[in-house]
Every structure is written in structure tokens, then in C-alpha cells.
T-cell receptor
């Protein structure tokens, strides 16, 4: 698989804003997904970017820069239930998705 | 719709035993996938299928086999279980393959996972 780099852990306060960055290899790039995974559960789809720019969906937004091989997930008005692992996932050539190791976000009171 | 379902949820195997992990989806998706997730690691693709009767290897296929006799079902077979196969296994499905010009129908939807421990 192609390399995905994202921070291992982040901590933020309830009600705050947090940005999770991700870089990926651009060869054969088809699109960038963000998934949320709570401990012991399956990944669930959050967002998909294929063009440059910001996609907003409620409290969550995702940004993509294809030329820089860079994406971020922005979470606003953090809630305790947002404590989870956030997976940056690129789609490159072929059918396989390239999964990052995930960023474990801890939201504190 | 139940989405993607997997059985069993948890299983302990002895080295050398065999088992089949079941996966079913009711979304009429053509594309199905098996992943494994090891602690602290990203998901790795084991096998995938683009439709009934068609399967192909992913990144880590050794020690596994699959079949796809119907659109709904995509079982994963472990013939001779080894400790290295201790992992969490996720099945996923999508309507189209990825790279379809930015079509969200390529989004993969995951089952709840099967936790396998090989001792």
C-alpha cells in the first residue's frame, strides 16, 4: 500500500475545534476518504474528497489539496462522543484503499 | 437494510484448525472486500470481489481463500490457522469500484468485524 501519514494521537477539549492532518502519496490518486472508528467497532464513512477544496458536512469538514498530497479533517464543537480513531484513507490505482494507522482523538471535559 | 453483517463476532482457534468467516450484504453491491486490522496498524486488503464468481488477491492473501457464489455473500476461509492470523477481520462492500470519477457510490461500507484469536 501507499504511505499515509497522520498523527498518532491528539487531545482536545469539549466544545473546541481540532484539525487532523494527513499526507498521502499522489501516484494514481483517485480520492481521499475519512472514516471514524470507535474502539471495537467498524470504520464508518465521514467524508470523501476528489477535487481541491473544502467539503462541509455539519460539524465535520474535510479539505483536499491534490498538488500537495495533503488533506485535513476539521471537527468543530467537539463532543465527548467524538473520541475515536480517525482514519485517513486514499484511493489510488486499483481496487484497494490505502489506510493510515489512524489518529486517536481524545476529547476531554 | 441490515447493511453488511458478519459472523461470528469472536472466535478462538487452535493452530492448524480451519474456519470460515461469513459476510453478507443486502445493498445489492457488486464489490466486496475482506480486510484485516492488526493493533495499531491500518487495514490491509486480503481479497476482493467485483461480482459473483470473480475474486482476486489483495495485499495480504497468504493463508486465506474466498469464494463468491452470490452477490450477497463473500465468505473468507482460513485453512490452517496460524498465530499470525490473530486479528480483527472486516468485510466491506461498495456499489462501484473506487476511481469512478469521484462517484460516492464507490464508498465502502464495513461490517461490525470478527475478532479472531489463534492460540
Amino acid at each position: 500500500g501507499q504511505n499515509i501519514d497522520q498523527p498518532t494521537e491528539m487531545t482536545a477539549t469539549e466544545g473546541a475545534i481540532v484539525q487532523i492532518n494527513c499526507t498521502y502519496q499522489t501516484s494514481g490518486f483517485n480520492g481521499l476518504f475519512w472514516y471514524q472508528q470507535h474502539a471495537g467497532e467498524a470504520p464508518t464513512f465521514l467524508s470523501y474528497n476528489v477535487l481541491d477544496g473544502l467539503e462541509e458536512k455539519g460539524r465535520f469538514s474535510s479539505f483536499l489539496s491534490r498538488s500537495k498530497g495533503y488533506s485535513y479533517l476539521l471537527l468543530k464543537e467537539l463532543q465527548m462522543k467524538d473520541s475515536a480513531s480517525y482514519l485517513c484513507v486514499s484511493s489510488n490505482s486499483g481496487y484497494a484503499l490505502n489506510f493510515g494507522k489512524g489518529t486517536s482523538l481524545l476529547v476531554t471535559p | 437494510n441490515a447493511g453488511v453483517t458478519q459472523t461470528p463476532k469472536f472466535r478462538i482457534l487452535k493452530i492448524g484448525q480451519s474456519m470460515t468467516l461469513q459476510c453478507t450484504q443486502d445493498m445489492n453491491h457488486n464489490y466486496m472486500y475482506w480486510y484485516r486490522q492488526d493493533p495499531g496498524m491500518g487495514l490491509k486488503l486480503i481479497y476482493y470481489s467485483v461480482g459473483a464468481g470473480i475474486t482476486d488477491k489483495g495485499e495480504v492473501p497468504n493463508g486465506y481463500n474466498v469464494s463468491r457464489s452470490t452477490t450477497e455473500d463473500f465468505p473468507l476461509r482460513l485453512e490452517l490457522a496460524a498465530p499470525s492470523q490473530t486479528s480483527v477481520y472486516f468485510c466491506a462492500s461498495s456499489y462501484t469500484p473506487l476511481g469512478s470519477g469521484g462517484d460516492l457510490r464507490g464508498t465502502q461500507y464495513f461490517g461490525p468485524g470478527t475478532r479472531l484469536l489463534v492460540l
